[in-house]
Nanobody, 123 residues
Framework: QVQLVESGGGLVRTGGSLRLSCAAS????????MGWFRQAPGKEREFVAA???????TYLDSVKGRFTISRDNAKNTVFLQMNVLKPEDTAVYYC?????????????????WGQGTQVTVSS
């Protein structure tokens, strides 16, 4: 089992920044691909970013150049630095962990999920 706890969400104005953290406990953190997903009100949960054990990463097109995912395997933590935030980034952000076999963007590839942290961007 892997337990994931997100933090760092909050209210920010358009153009502002936030840094989300996800602390993992349980099995060996470095074995897992770590992902961030988000769910806006009335919408389905969508992929945002993912990072492999070797720090290869991939992003949703709309966040490329604004968001950066990173991980600290020594501290069992993954981060999502979010810059130039827009109102359309408003959502609950979820951290996920999984042994991803084919597609980092697919939710079914992830076995463990956090409870989520709210990010609200005001216009």
């Amino acid at each position: 089992q892997v337990q994931l706890v997100e933090s760092g969400g909050g209210l920010v104005r358009t153009g502002g920044s936030l840094r989300l953290s996800c602390a993992a406990s349980g099995r060996t953190f470095s074995n897992y691909v770590m992902g961030w997903f988000r769910q806006a009100p009335g919408k389905e949960r969508e992929f945002v970013a993912a990072i492999s054990w070797s720090a290869d990463n991939t992003y949703l097109d709309s966040v490329k150049g604004r968001f950066t995912i990173s991980r600290d395997n020594a501290k069992n933590t993954v981060f999502l630095q979010m810059n130039v935030l827009k109102p359309e980034d408003t959502a609950v952000y979820y951290c996920a962990a999984g042994v991803v076999y084919s597609d980092y963007r697919k939710q079914y590839e992830y076995d463990y999920w956090g409870q989520g942290t709210q990010v609200t961007v005001s216009s």
